[in-house]
């Protein structure tokens, strides 16, 4: 009931095109859905997040989209662009519970020139 | 730079040993996390400490021992190291009140021969 399950493990898509990764949750007791890009060689970056009540959210070429009867998350990057290229991982985190983050299992993302 | 940082970088060590990693933020966070992250990117929280006290112990190994000597500072111990152990182990950090903002440092690749 702790997992998040994130899909695929890895993605190709070409410059400009859209990439789209996929978590799914089962405890509804999760409050915080962050997601975080991750670089060869350094820790992971939080990118963009959102709460339960909201259905979408919007920060540049990031977008989450939020499905909560589904619990179910996901990620789309418009105009995918090489810079992109990094592991991204979704996470749900309980808040009351001293800020304990569970962690998808990661995709890695390639775009090509 | 205002920032979590991690000493070493880098861990080569034998079977059996025992090591630390240091971990230090300037952000005046109150909080602060050890992550181990696995061969398959798998990210997953081992530890964390509110203000020197021990707020979130996952099912770890009790060769695993954190330490906490003020708030901006959380070592990790590993006694009687094994092959298993070897992992990037990532420090983190998040604001008070505030688990949803977690700042990563670069991470600590350590591999046990």
């Known amino acids: 009931q702790q997992q998040v399950k994130q899909s695929p493990q890895s993605l190709i898509v070409q410059k400009g095109g859209i990439s789209i990764i996929n978590c799914a949750y089962e405890?509804?007791?999760?409050?915080?859905f962050p997601w975080y890009q991750q670089f060869p060689g350094k820790g992971p970056a939080l990118l963009i997040a959102?709460?339960?009540?909201?259905s979408e959210k919007k920060e540049g070429r990031f977008t989450i989209s939020f499905n909560k009867s589904a619990k179910q998350f996901s990620l789309h990057i418009m105009d995918s662009q090489p810079g992109d290229s990094a592991t991204y991982f979704c996470?749900?985190?309980?808040?009351?519970?001293?800020?304990?983050?569970?962690f998808g299992q990661g995709t890695t993302l390639q775009v090509k020139p | 730079d205002t920032a979590v940082s991690q000493t070493p970088k880098y861990l080569v060590t034998q079977m059996g040993n025992d090591k630390s990693i240091k971990c230090e933020q300037n952000?005046?966070?109150?909080?602060m996390y050890w992550y181990k992250q696995d061969s398959k990117k798998f990210l997953k929280i081992m530890f964390s400490?509110?203000?020197?006290?021990?707020?979130i112990n996952e099912t770890v190994p009790n060769r695993f021992s954190p330490k906490s000597p003020d708030k901006a500072h959380l070592n990790l111990h590993i006694n009687s190291l094994e092959l298993g152990d070897s992992a990037v182990y990532f420090c983190?950090?998040?604001?008070?009140?505030?688990?949803?903002?977690?700042?990563f440092g670069p991470g600590t690749r350590l591999t046990v021969l």
């Open positions: 983190a950090s998040s604001p008070p009140l505030a688990p949803d903002t977690q700042y």
């Open positions: 405890n509804t007791a999760f409050d915080y």
């Open positions: 959102i709460r339960p009540d909201v």
């Open positions: 996470a749900a985190l309980l808040w009351s519970n001293t800020g304990k983050l569970i």
């Open positions: 952000l005046g966070h109150d909080t």
């Open positions: 400490y509110n203000n020197k006290e021990l707020i």
